[in-house]
């Protein structure tokens, strides 16, 4: 493949954030609110906002099937945040009858990470790069399980041994996952200049 063209979902959330780090890899990236949109592009970013107006809004747009059947499909997506959520095949704690896009073979839980925690950062450790990414966590999902297909890329420490600085594996959280084409994490690699994530999807895309 040429330079790849990449869609950012755009009916809502942090997509301006994606779309500036597509370019800065060197990619062409379009906003994607309708069907013909999707089905222009190589691959697809949901970004970080708020899951229960995305589905709504895709809904009321009549998109919502599109892009499940488009995933379903395999086109390679990355969904950050609560693009994550979008993702996901089973959730916890979402909404009353709220639904997903699906694609992942995973549960995830929603707004997980509690009240007193609510927003922090983290350096996470990487199985796939070197160094730790610095992450933002804001109002974060989990996954809290992950099926057979599903590689973890990075577990964050909670609970309170991790808040005595201790690493009690055992309560390690899953904050990204990877299962074919399909990307996730539960913060926000959009935010900030660490490009690497977005470096990862693209080679999905390319691959
Ligand atoms: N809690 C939000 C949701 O349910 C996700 C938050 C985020 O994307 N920063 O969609």
Redesign the pocket.
Known sequence: MTSPTIGVFALQGDVREHVQALEALGVRAVTVRREEELDRVDGLVIP?????TMIKLADVFGVADAFRRRIADGLPVFGT??GM?MLADRLVDGAEGQTTFGGLDVTVR??AFGRQVDSFEADVDFTTFDGPVHAVF????WVEEAGPGVEVLAAVPVGPGAAAGTTDRAADRIVAVRQGSVLATSF?PEVGDDLRLHRLFLDLVTT
Do not use: D, L, W
């Open positions: 970080g906002g708020e899951s229960t945040c609560a959520i929603r707004n804001i109002r974060a999902p926000h």
